[in-house]
């Protein structure tokens, strides 16, 4: 069993910028993908951007350019770095893992920016 706990989440201008970090405790494989994933109000949950334990990412088109995640996993952490924040970017953050064919999920961090 994976436990995953996000932070960082946060109210930002419009333009601002904000640092998401995601650790995972449990079992963890040393191959799995993390990644984030945002859901907003009255839509469904997305993907923002993944990345494998061997370095490769993934993004959505909305965020290329502005995101960039990245891990450690040495420590089993991921991050998600928002640059250029946009109000359409405002959402639950949610972490997740896959690994042995199982996704795991984190509670969800509130990014909420400001126009």
């Known amino acids: 069993q994976v436990q995953l706990e996000e932070s960082g989440g946060d109210l930002v201008q419009a333009g601002g910028s904000l640092r998401l970090a995601c650790a995972a405790s449990?079992?963890?494989?040393?191959?799995?993908?993390m990644g984030w994933h945002r859901q907003a109000p009255g839509k469904q949950r997305e993907l923002v951007a993944s990345i494998t334990s061997g370095g490769s990412t993934n993004y959505a088109d909305s965020v290329k350019g502005r995101f960039t995640i990245s891990r450690d996993n040495a420590k089993n952490t991921v991050f998600l770095q928002m640059n250029s924040l946009k109000p359409e970017d405002t959402a639950v953050y949610y972490c997740?893992?896959?690994?042995?064919?199982?996704?795991?999920w984190g509670q969800g961090t509130q990014v909420a920016v400001s126009s």
């Open positions: 997740n893992m896959f690994q042995r064919l199982r996704t795991s």
């Open positions: 449990g079992s963890i494989a040393s191959l799995n993908v």
